[in-house]
């Protein structure tokens, strides 16, 4: 598979727009867990390839850490995806979905809060990394 800005940024869609169907679906106020689950499921529907749970290693000073630190998700190897369900986003959280990105080596992080009424446009938060910016663009 040839792996590209654009096709980086389509895949971004796809996954927006599953994010969208699960907030359109459920609403706010649920916990985490509960768009965790479903968000999973919506991905499953829509053939997304990904995985749930990650486990991120710690390399520390070459030796690797067991510091059991996970994220929500790994979209197609390529999207790191965090999920929030809080009244405020914190500068934190960004920081958090940084450092994932830059442990795994990822091009994209997404992070969505759905605590919001409107998840595209106050709940989505999108980062790229340097990897993503060596990609070529098509």
Known sequence: MYISQDYVDRLTYEVNGAAIEVHK???PGLLEKVYCSCLA???ELRSINF???VFIP?????TLVN???RCDFIVEDLICIELKAVKEHLP???AQLMTYLRLLKLPKG???NFFVSNLF???TKTFVTKEYQALPKR
């Open 41 to 43: 499921k919506e991905l």
């Open 121 to 123: 446009s106050e709940g």
């Open 92 to 94: 934190i959280f960004d």
């Open 110 to 112: 997404i992070s969505y």
């Open 58 to 62: 710690i390399d520390y000073k070459g």
């Open 67 to 69: 510091a059991d630190l």
């Open 51 to 53: 995985q749930r749970e």
């Open 25 to 27: 679906t459920l609403g």
